[in-house]
């Protein structure tokens, strides 16, 4: 009886034991990737549903009021313009059309990226040559100079016109790196089975090739998004974007042209300004999270630096010595 009595306790801590078990090795099993990847998918899904319902609740951006520059407040949210103009509607407009700017420059580097990379590097020979040769010679052309001269020779230009001439300059990089990681892979076995057992070139390359691409196709169209965003609010920076649409750079162009900041009139630009702080962090989030997921080794060496956190200097010596 003895015996039991004191077994008791033993198995009781035991068995608590086992239960945090499972537990704690759910929470090593989690990826250090999977947090970045929730917040920068939670920020930029709210950022792109503000710019989506936002415009559909908030009256006319370009309404003006006899109200002259005033803070948050006597019913406007973020106060309004010189002229009366409500700020946050003119944020909701210009977030969608950021938006768009950065989905439209996304989808085309990703149509001329895999068609000058993916499909040249594919079918190989003078095509692949070809390919290669104008993607190197829109490489090495200054893509800002370029949109610069582009933008001031036309007068009026839209969101679209905006997005295109971003496009073009900024699809040859991608081309470059697609067109690298599709020679590898043609190069493999499962690709010169296909070959070999007669199937189609475009079967191979939407079947075989392809689904190994995605991730880098993901993260160069996250890029893309980034450099269209940060390109177009620095052309409608200089008076060179969009004309008669709102967008976050057309907006930091009219509060500087209103003196704001030697007004002191910060909520006139810091919205636009946060928003696209806050929306380039949750794009530049995924995108470290797809590396992590192409390339597994960033994941074990992020692994390992979150581990070095939570040693003292003393264990991170012992370790550091080890590893030597």
């Known amino acids: 009886m003895a015996i039991t009595t004191q077994g008791a306790p ?15 090795r759910k929470r090593r099993m989690l990826p250090p990737m999977t947090l970045k990847l929730a917040v920068g998918l939670t920020i930029a899904g709210l950022v792109a549903m503000f710019g989506l319902i936002g415009p559909l609740v908030v009256g006319d951006p370009s309404t003006v009021r006899d109200l002259g520059l005033t803070g948050p407040g006597h019913g406007f949210i973020l106060g ?3 002229t009366g103009q409500d700020i946050f509607a003119q944020l909701a407009y210009a977030t969608r059309g950021s938006l768009i700017i950065g989905v439209v420059v996304g989808a085309i580097t990703l149509v001329l990226s895999s068609f000058f990379g993916v499909v040249g590097a594919f079918v190989g020979g003078w095509v692949d040559e070809a390919f290669s040769l ?11 100079p370029l949109v610069i001269v582009i933008s001031s020779y036309v007068p ?7 997005a295109a001439v971003l496009a073009i300059t900024s ?24 070959r070999i057992g007669g199937e189609r070139c475009w079967r191979i ?5 392809l689904p190994n691409l995605i991730p880098l196709l993901a993260s160069q169209v996250v890029f893309a998004v980034i450099f269209a965003i940060l390109g177009e609010a620095g052309l409608s920076f200089l008076g060179l974007g969009a004309s008669g649409s709102f967008t976050w750079g057309t907006m930091l162009f009219y509060a500087q042209n209103g003196l704001s900041l030697r007004l ?11 928003l696209i702080a806050l929306f380039g962090a949750a794009l530049s989030l995924i995108n470290f ?4 997921i192409i390339n597994p080794k960033l994941r074990s060496q992020t692994r390992a630096e979150r581990n070095k956190w939570g040693l003292s200097r003393r264990q991170r010596k012992v370790t550091a010595e080890v590893n030597a």
Not at 156 to 162: A, E, F
Not at 171 to 187: I, N, P, Q
Not at 205 to 209: F, H, M, Y
Not at 264 to 274: D, N, S
């Open 10 to 24: 033993e198995e009781a801590a035991q068995a608590a034991t086992d239960e945090k078990q499972p537990v704690t």
């Open 80 to 82: 309004t313009t010189q």
């Open 134 to 144: 104008f993607t190197n010679i829109m490489l090495v052309i200054p893509g800002l």
């Open 156 to 162: 009026n230009k839209s969101i679209w016109l905006v």
């Open 171 to 194: 699809w040859a990089g991608s081309a470059r790196v697609l067109r690298g990681f599709t020679l590898s892979v043609r190069s493999r076995d499962y690709v010169l089975a296909a």
């Open 205 to 209: 390359l939407l079947v075989e090739i």
């Open 264 to 274: 002191g009139a910060w909520w006139w630009f810091a919205p636009p300004g946060l």
């Open 289 to 292: 999270s797809i590396d992590e």
